[in-house]
C-alpha cells in the first residue's frame, strides 16, 4: 500500500516511521458469510445463491474483509439473497434446489405429517 502525504513544511523524513490513523466508512449493513459459500475458480469469485424459484444463481463477489471462518462480502450481494453456505463442486447457474423444510421439499418431518394425517 502506497500512502502519499503533503509535507510543505518538511517535517516528516525521508524513510522516517510515523503512527498514522485512517478512519474508514463502514457499511451500514455489512453482509457476512460463511467462507465455506465462497467459490473459487476459473471465473473468479462468487457466492451460489438460491432465486425465488428456487434456482441456483451464482453472483460475482469482492471480499472487504476476511474475518477467518466468515468475510465480509464488499460488493455483489444484498441482505436478501439466501446463500448456500456449503456448495457442492460442479453447482451451476440453473441447478433446481430443494429448500429444507420447505413444503414440497420431500423431508423427512413433511414425510412423517403425511403418513400421520393418513391414519
Known amino acids: 500500500m502506497l500512502l502519499v502525504v503533503d509535507n510543505p513544511k518538511g517535517e516528516l523524513m525521508t524513510g522516517a516511521f510515523a503512527t498514522v490513523r485512517l478512519e474508514l466508512p463502514i457499511p451500514e449493513a455489512a453482509i457476512h458469510v460463511p467462507a465455506s459459500a465462497l467459490i473459487f475458480d476459473q471465473k473468479g469469485l462468487r ?7 428456487d434456482r441456483i444463481v451464482l453472483k460475482q463477489v469482492t471480499i472487504s474483509r476476511d474475518l ?3 468475510v465480509e462480502i464488499g460488493s455483489g450481494l444484498t ?31 413433511e414425510a412423517a405429517t403425511k403418513r400421520q394425517r393418513k391414519l
Open 47 to 53: 457466492v451460489a445463491t438460491v432465486s425465488a424459484e
Open 68 to 70: 477467518g471462518r466468515e
Open 79 to 109: 441482505a436478501q439473497d439466501r446463500i448456500v453456505e456449503s456448495p457442492p463442486d460442479g453447482i451451476a447457474d440453473g441447478d433446481q434446489v430443494r429448500i429444507a423444510g420447505k413444503p414440497g421439499s420431500g423431508n423427512a418431518a
